[in-house]
């Protein structure tokens, strides 16, 4: 599997516990959280068409980065860990789109 395939699928399953977690939290909660969690869902796409249009451009660095990341993602319990990690994956991601 190449970086690109390994980035998409890193990043695909955590954005995939993101939107459980999310689904997880009372509805109040989700209301806040709902607009960033769309935010990264549109910075993924757009991140996601980049990857197939110019080739492998996913580093170690990247891939190292984005498993560090994968523990705030893991961690998350509440609203604001979600609204964190969120944020973490959006900045990962619109430095490279």
Partial sequence: MDNDAEMLKQMGNQITNLQVKYRGL???EQMSVHPALV??????GR???KLLM???ITKEEDLKE???????VDDAA???DLLAAIGKLI????VRV
């Fill in 26 to 28: 009372p509805l109040d």
């Fill in 39 to 44: 935010q990264l869902l549109e910075e993924y």
């Fill in 47 to 49: 991140y996601q068409a």
């Fill in 54 to 56: 110019i080739g492998i």
């Fill in 66 to 72: 984005i498993r560090e990341i994968k523990k705030s």
């Fill in 78 to 80: 509440d609203k604001m």
């Fill in 91 to 94: 900045s990962f991601i619109v």
